[in-house]
């Protein structure tokens, strides 16, 4: 069974950081692009950035001055570092995979971290 887990949510200030965590129960080079999106309260789900088993990262343009992706291969994990956090980062934070080989076809979300950025 193919998981998704997220961590490192919680509550920050404006200004700091946050490094959130995605734990795959796979391989991460069984998907064939990884993605972190962000929900809102009231908005939709939208795509902050993912990045490819070979290492290339794309964003948002909205989101590519203070997030960064990254993986560990070794670990089967993808990070998502957020810097100078602003109210507006207030969502619930939610890993993605879309699969590969075997996996072609699926698509698989976790369960979200919520982060929480207040005064």
């Known amino acids: 069974q193919v998981q998704l887990v997220e961590s490192g949510g919680g509550l920050a200030q404006p200004g700091g950081s946050l490094r959130l965590s995605c734990a795959a129960s796979?391989?991460?080079?069984?998907?064939?692009?990884m993605g972190w999106y962000r929900q809102a309260p009231g908005k939709e789900r939208e795509l902050v950035a993912s990045?490819?088993?070979?290492?290339?990262?794309d964003y948002v343009d909205s989101m590519k001055d203070r997030f960064t992706i990254s993986k560990d291969n070794a670990k089967n994990m993808v990070y998502l570092e957020i810097d100078s956090l602003k109210p507006e980062d207030t969502a619930v934070y939610y890993c993605?995979?879309?699969?590969?080989?075997?996996?072609?076809?699926?698509?698989?979300w976790g369960q979200g971290t919520q982060v929480t950025v207040f005064s």
């Open positions: 990045i490819t088993p070979d290492g290339f990262a």
């Open positions: 993605n995979g879309r699969g590969t080989g075997r996996l072609r076809g699926r698509e698989y």
């Open positions: 796979v391989r991460i080079v069984s998907f064939h692009v």
